[in-house]
């Protein structure tokens, strides 16, 4: 079911005319436009960031071993799902995965700016992509899964956001959800991403609750190399003054390969059904009650 943001009204009609009051998103950069305003410019990112990432995504260990881990939460958790929606999809390297993965999966991808939906509909076919504000989501009912994947902490409103996808999930469906963990890693790393908090495991829970969800499942990820990401926190902020916001992502290819092996490892663990207590980031699954 589509909701219309101008005047409320429910409406199942293919096209986005609200059969109430009429009107239409716009169209920005091509995409459909749910929250033109803040399409170019917002507090929560730098659009300037998507072409680095672009460039990068596919080779660093951090966004592929994700991927392998999203996979694996999708294909276990919701086996029967018909359609996927991700809040934040950026430059598409996460649906692009799971496109490969799952070929019949209904795909959807929002972001709130719509420089990140260009590169990902190089990377997508078949594929509905629109500009959108995550604490207006102009759906109810719609999608057996949604995704977000990182996003959270990048918004003030995150319980705001929550509720909204709860509102957009079918009955049955869920939630997959990827967070920063740990306040003791806060560093300039996070000041330079638009952070506006690292969660806890208790808070995320809480939020997702309070939400309408039930948690199934969650695990810290990142966990192994914890030791080493509070190092290099620690340096990073020590040197603050020279700090280079891309140096994340630009690493040694035998670092890289000796962390994604690592980050295998750990993924080995959480497929026999262990929960790491500790890592950098929280990996939650979160379903709607059946009616
Ligand atoms: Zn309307």
């Not at 986005?16 to 950069?29: A, E, M, T």
């Not at 078949?126 to 504000?133: A, G, P, R």
Request: aromatic share 14%; net charge positive; glycine share 6%.
């Amino acid at each position: 079911m589509k909701v219309c943001l101008s005047c409320g009204k429910r409406f199942a009609e293919e096209d986005w005319y609200c059969p109430s009051c009429n009107k239409s998103p716009k169209i920005v950069d091509g995409f459909l436009s749910f929250a033109p305003d803040l399409a170019a410019k917002n507090d929560g990112f730098g659009a300037e960031s998507f072409e680095q990432l672009f460039k990068v995504e596919a080779g660093n260990f951090w966004f592929r071993s994700r991927n392998k881990l999203l996979i694996w939460a999708l294909s276990k958790y919701f086996p029967q799902a018909e359609s996927f929606f991700e809040i934040g999809c950026g430059t598409g390297y996460v649906l692009s995965g799971i496109q490969r993965e799952f070929p019949n999966l209904r795909l959807y991808g929002s972001d709130i700016f719509s420089k990140g939906l260009s590169f990902a509909e190089q990377r997508l076919s078949d594929i509905s992509l629109f500009q959108m504000d995550a604490r207006r989501i102009p759906f109810e009912m719609e999608f057996d899964i949604i995704g977000a994947f990182d996003v959270l902490e990048h918004i003030d409103e995150d319980e705001v956001v929550l509720q909204q996808m709860f509102q957009a999930i079918k009955p049955g469906g869920g939630v997959i959800l990827t967070v920063p963990q740990h306040w003791f890693l806060w560093s300039i790393v996070d000041e330079y991403s638009f952070h506006k908090r690292r969660y806890t495991r208790k808070e995320l829970i809480k939020k997702v609750k309070d939400a309408g969800f039930q948690v199934v499942y969650a695990t810290s990820f990142v966990s192994f190399l914890l030791p080493l990401m509070l190092l290099s926190r620690i340096i990073r902020q020590k040197t603050r003054d020279n700090f280079d916001p891309v140096a994340e992502l630009k690493i040694n290819p035998c670092l890289n390969m000796i962390f994604e092996n690592t980050l295998a490892i750990e993924r080995a663990f959480i497929k026999c059904g262990f929960s790491f207590p500790a890592g950098g980031s929280l990996l939650m699954i979160a379903k709607r009650k059946r009616r």
